[in-house]
Nanobody, 121 residues
Framework: VQLQASGGGLVQAGDSLRLSCAPS????????VAWFRQAPGKEREFVAR????????DYSQSVKGRFTISRDNAKNTVYLQMSSLKPEATAVYYC???????????????WGQGTLVTVSS
């Protein structure tokens, strides 16, 4: 499965941004999907996940209340709505499919190519 993440860019602190993720040649409507991110000089970290149905979601403590993950299986797309962005959110954001309902990089089945989000202060 090839995952295409898009929507990244340069924004100012306090702004909002919406990332999108879609598979290029298949469907992931039966997969749980998550977003991870990697800031410069840091390890990849979990951001949010959503079950295949969209009923269950989870967030890291650092983004809870400001980020919202959602999906539209009819459009074969998963979204990450990011609000009240902070400079520490600057990172490459990766869309992934999960092979099990976990929060670790070890639970990832496929990684997308990533999209860069830069938040200026």
């Amino acid at each position: 499965v090839q995952l295409q993440a898009s929507g990244g860019g340069l924004v100012q602190a306090g702004d909002s941004l919406r990332l999108s993720c879609a598979p290029s040649k298949s469907t992931f409507s039966n997969n749980a999907v998550a977003w991870f991110r990697q800031a410069p000089g840091k390890e990849r970290e979990f951001v949010a996940r959503i079950s295949w149905s969209g009923v269950s979601t989870d967030y890291s403590q650092s983004v809870k209340g400001r980020f919202t993950i959602s999906r539209d299986n009819a459009k074969n797309t998963v979204y990450l709505q990011m609000s009240s962005l902070k400079p520490e959110a600057t990172a490459v954001y990766y869309c992934v499919t999960l092979m099990r309902w976990g929060l670790s990089a070890r639970d990832v089945e496929y990684w997308g190519q990533g999209t860069l989000v830069t938040v200026s202060s």
